[in-house]
C-alpha cells in the first residue's frame, strides 16, 4: 500500500539520497491527516452552523457541566487562544443565541460565559455527529491499531508539550 507521501521521499531519495527523511514520511501524514480530518470537520459543523473554533467554546462550556458557565479566562485557557479572538468567537456565539454573558455572581465587573438552551442543544446534536464523524475516519483501522497509534501520538506529544499536569502550576 502506498500514498503520495511515499512519492514525495522516493523523489527525495532520488535527489538527495544523502538525507534521513523518515522524519518527513511521519510528518507529512500527519499534515496530510490534519488537513483531510480539518475538511471533514468543517463539513460536519457547517451543519449546525457553527466552525471549529466555535465548536470547541462550546464543547468546553459542554464538558464543564452544569451549569456550563465559565469565565471568558478559562475559555481562552481551555482552547488555547487569545484572549482578542475568544472574545469575536463569544460575540458570534452570542449573537446566534448560543451563548450568554452573565454577571459573575463573585465579582460585579466580571461576566461568565454560559451555554443557552439553544446552544447546549446545538452542542450536544454536534458532539454525536463529530463523535459519529470520527468513527468514520478511523473505520479502517483495528481497535488495537487505533490504541497503539493514539498511544505513540500521546507519547509524541507528552514530549513535544508537556502533559496535564505540567499545565496546572
Known amino acids: 500500500m502506498r500514498d503520495r507521501v511515499d512519492l514525495i521521499l522516493e523523489q527525495w531519495r532520488r535527489e538527495r539520497p544523502d538525507l534521513d527523511t523518515s522524519a518527513m514520511g511521519v510528518i507529512g501524514r500527519v499534515n496530510r ?7 471533514s470537520h468543517a463539513e460536519v459543523f457547517a451543519r449546525f452552523g457553527i466552525d471549529r473554533g466555535e ?3 462550546l464543547a468546553t462550556l459542554r464538558r464543564s457541566g452544569a451549569p ?23 460575540d458570534r456565539l ?10 459573575d455572581e463573585r465579582d460585579r465587573r466580571s461576566v461568565r460565559v454560559e451555554l443557552t438552551e439553544h446552544g447546549l442543544s446545538t ?30 501520538m500521546r507519547g509524541l506529544l507528552v514530549a513535544l508539550e508537556g502533559g496535564p499536569e505540567d499545565e496546572a502550576g
Open 33 to 39: 491527516l490534519s488537513a483531510l480530518f480539518g475538511q
Open 123 to 152: 452542542v450536544d446534536q454536534a458532539v454525536e455527529a463529530h463523535v459519529e464523524n470520527q468513527h468514520r475516519l478511523l473505520a479502517s483501522l483495528t481497535e488495537y491499531d487505533r490504541e497503539r497509534l493514539a498511544a505513540l
Open 55 to 57: 465548536f470547541d467554546v
Open 94 to 103: 452570542e449573537r446566534a443565541g448560543l451563548v450568554r454573558r452573565i454577571p
Open 68 to 90: 456550563y458557565r465559565l469565565s471568558p479566562t478559562q475559555l481562552f485557557r481551555s482552547v488555547m487562544m487569545s484572549s482578542g479572538g475568544m472574545t469575536s468567537r463569544i
